[in-house]
């Protein structure tokens, strides 16, 4: 079966995640498939947006595959793919039904412009599963939605109604379930008129504001943090309880 989707009409490039059956979740596949279609987009191209979305309406994506893909030990080739999306030259648009949560909430938020359908969820729980997430994602974030919208994010693991995503700045628009691939397609092609390379480098203008580098010190002790999460009985004890379906039993090692 195909992973991933690909339609173009009228410079628009919809991506659709086919693993309907894994409520689209992200193995290495999909990843590697996405990363080469975004490479190949030139500013000024025939590309001038592209949509991501969940094939069907249940879900956008359920995160990373974890039978598929293990531990966080995948997570250069999951952050090599938002990196290709945050630096796509042309506007991403996430068109968001049913569930957007952990690495799905993240592939969302790489996005530059987020829909989602009033029915819809988001969030993202690494700390129920006892692991701390990428730092570098949790500054994206941040820098979306502030501090202390981020804090509640992550700290509480909760997925979001639609609503409620909208108040805090997560998402751009809430339509109904039935309206959002119709709003979804007019915002494209409104975006889609307009000058592809001046849109391109607003784009590019937009995002070097928001990047703040860190110092190789501070990079290798998060690096540090979130690896060292991954090893211990909590994180064990996180994907024993998300695999056996049963509430987990943190016990603070």
């Keep these: 079966m195909v992973v991933l989707l690909s339609d173009k009409r009228e410079h628009i490039l919809t991506l659709s995640i086919n693993r309907p059956e894994r409520r689209n979740a992200l193995n290495a596949e999909v990843l590697s498939n996405l990363i080469d279609i975004f490479k190949e987009i030139e500013p000024g191209g025939e590309t001038r947006v592209v949509i991501l979305r969940g094939a069907g309406e249940k879900s956008f994506c359920a995160g990373a595959d974890i039978k598929a893909m293990g531990t966080g030990k995948t997570g250069n080739i999951i952050q090599d793919t938002m990196e290709c999306v945050i630096n796509c030259p042309c506007p991403v648009i996430a068109m968001i039904y049913g569930y957007a949560i952990g690495a799905g909430c993240d592939l969302a938020a790489a996005c530059d412009i987020r829909i989602i359908a009033d029915s819809a969820r988001i969030g993202i729980n690494p700390v129920k599963l006892g692991s701390v997430y990428y730092p570098v994602s949790i500054q994206r974030f941040i820098s979306i939605i502030g501090a202390g919208y981020t804090k509640e994010l992550f700290l509480t693991g909760r ?26 397609y007019l915002l494209a092609r409104e975006i889609a008129e307009n000058a592809p390379l001046a849109v391109a480098w607003t784009k590019s203008i937009i995002n070097t504001f928001l990047n703040r580098n860190l110092s190789p010190e501070e990079k290798t002790k998060m690096q540090t943090i979130m690896e060292h999460s991954w090893q211990t009985e909590d994180a064990r004890e996180g994907l024993a309880a998300f695999a056996e379906k049963r509430k987990p039993i943190f016990r603070g090692r």
Excluded at 159 to 166: E, M, P, V
Excluded at 169 to 181: K, T
Aim: aromatic residues 4%.
């Design 159 to 184: 997925f979001l109604t639609a609503q409620r995503a909208k108040e805090i700045g997560l998402v751009n628009h809430v339509v109904p379930n039935d309206e959002l691939e119709v709003n979804t």
